[in-house]
């Protein structure tokens, strides 16, 4: 592929495994991915330590698959594992970033990353592989709708919601009162 110079060509992207070493670009991605949400930044964030242990560990409870253009990550997929008890799903994979680089979009480098998702799923036996997109983002919307992607809020009424660290927080320490409580009556 050209990258318009004369006699030059563009690295060819590989879309591969993610590795531990490729922590500092992702943790960048994410960066990326937080400045276009227009996420608050004061928030505590993710350190490349915790890519790391989450992503390499021991307990590990991510992968990624990478899109490297000569030693550059240009973009990347972030998936779970999941399980699903509706419509006889089981195994399932989550999404949960999918991001390329804004200067290396509109080359097929987010359909190619899908592509190998979808492999993997096939791979590990789930059939499904869920994910959110903001209603405001409409060019991921016409996306995910090219590759086959359906709306679980229009199609089956289905409206995803979170937990926040707060609420987390909460419901944590409700419980562990209520534990305590169950214990000191026990004994």
């Known amino acids: 592929m050209s990258d318009g110079a004369a006699g030059q060509s563009e690295p060819t992207v590989v879309i591969r495994p993610a590795v531990?070493?490729?922590?500092?670009q992702?943790?960048?991605?994410?960066?990326?991915?937080?400045?276009?949400?227009?996420?608050?930044?004061?928030?505590?964030?993710?350190?490349?330590?915790?890519?790391?242990?989450?992503?390499?560990?021991?307990?590990?409870?991510f992968w990624a698959l990478v899109a490297d253009r000569g030693g550059e990550l240009i973009g990347h997929a972030i998936y779970?594992?999941?399980?699903?008890?509706?419509?006889?799903?089981?195994?399932?994979?989550?999404?949960?970033?999918?991001?390329v680089r804004e200067s290396a979009r509109r080359l097929g480098v987010g359909r190619r990353l899908m592509r190998a998702l979808a492999a993997a799923?096939?791979?590990?036996g789930a059939p499904h592989i869920d994910f959110t997109v903001y209603g405001w983002n409409e060019p991921a919307l016409r996306f995910y709708r090219s590759l086959g992607g359906r709306s679980a809020t229009d199609n089956d009424q289905l409206t995803c919601y979170y937990c926040d660290q707060t609420a987390v927080r909460r419901l944590a320490a409700e419980h562990e009162k209520e534990v305590s409580a169950a214990d000191s009556a026990a004994h």
């Not at 531990?20 to 500092?24: G, H, I, L, Q, R």
């Not at 943790?27 to 790391?52: C, G, W, Y």
């Open 20 to 24: 531990v070493t490729d922590c500092v």
């Open 26 to 61: 992702l943790h960048a991605n994410l960066e990326a991915i937080n400045l276009f949400e227009k996420r608050d930044m004061t928030l505590p964030q993710l350190s490349v330590a915790d890519l790391e242990r989450d992503g390499f560990g021991p307990e590990r409870v």
């Open 80 to 99: 779970t594992l999941n399980w699903a008890g509706y419509d006889g799903i089981g195994r399932c994979l989550f999404l949960a970033d999918l991001f």
């Open 121 to 124: 799923a096939v791979r590990r």
